[in-house]
């Protein structure tokens, strides 16, 4: 009975990392939904920069910049008055905190919205996205000497093929994708597992909300120095796209990146990616409903497949993920 009871204790943490972890997703396919729908096709004189359906011209970095240091400055708003404690950082730990804010959120950001910009499809952008898990599992065995067992592989595998089922890759019309699309989606996919394995070394040292504000202070800073402060601020000043900008800000970048910081203080980096891969499988669901898109039996399969892979990854033991007292 007592061995039953620890048992039980142990797997509430993990029970949620995992939620946490699917809430993540969740947000983020509402942010995908969102985006796409502030970008139609680009001029064929201009690839980079788009229209939005609002009547504003819109380019992804600025979207990227303008999403960061919005979401920077509600969630420093947030902390000062209610958790100011969670704004503090030892000075020896801004390196760490430059790098995670341009590469593990700058530089998602930036990668994701321009691989929808190129490929007009949320679902192919994801898709590539989420080929981090390969490069999070490839990481940890090889250098963080993680336990490598079948189900992880086993899992890793059916996420991805089922991801490819979800948007047509594998069973459908097939995918017809730009080089540069490729390109730009296999880079947000190495951003991504930056972010991930980044934020697993950051989750135990500080709350989730200390790692997420002060790598949007850094992406804001990044943002600014590549594009300067007016671009930003003009996109956030025109009531047009504000209100799409801070539902962005708030929705797919406050609530899922603090989600997923706090997920992987209870599960392992790649059992936290995989687990973020139902994310096009919820996207092709909100397009069911929002845009009457209809979902193939090929679909239903790979969405079956990312939740098989989902429970797959769960079934071994693996080496134990430090569980931190929760933060004040």
Known sequence: MAQARKAGALKQPALRGYLLALLAAACWATGGLTADWLFTAPSLATNDWLVAPLGIVVEPTVLSGARAFSAFVLLVGYLAVFRRRDLRIELRELPFFAVFGVAGLAMVHYTYFKTI???HDPATAILLEYLAPVLVL??????????????LPAGVALSVLGCALVVGAIGGEGLSIPPAGVLWGLLSAVFFAAYSLMGSVAARRYPPYTTLVWGLAFASVFWFAVLGVKPVLSLLLDAKTAVAVLFIAVVSTIVPFAAFLTALRHIAPTNATVTSTVEPVLAAIGAYFLFGTALSPMQMLGGALVITAIAVVQLPERQPVPILPPQE
């Open 117 to 119: 910009s190129i490929t």
């Open 138 to 151: 490839a990481f940890s065995v090889l250098f963080l000497r993680h336990k490598l067992t079948w189900a």
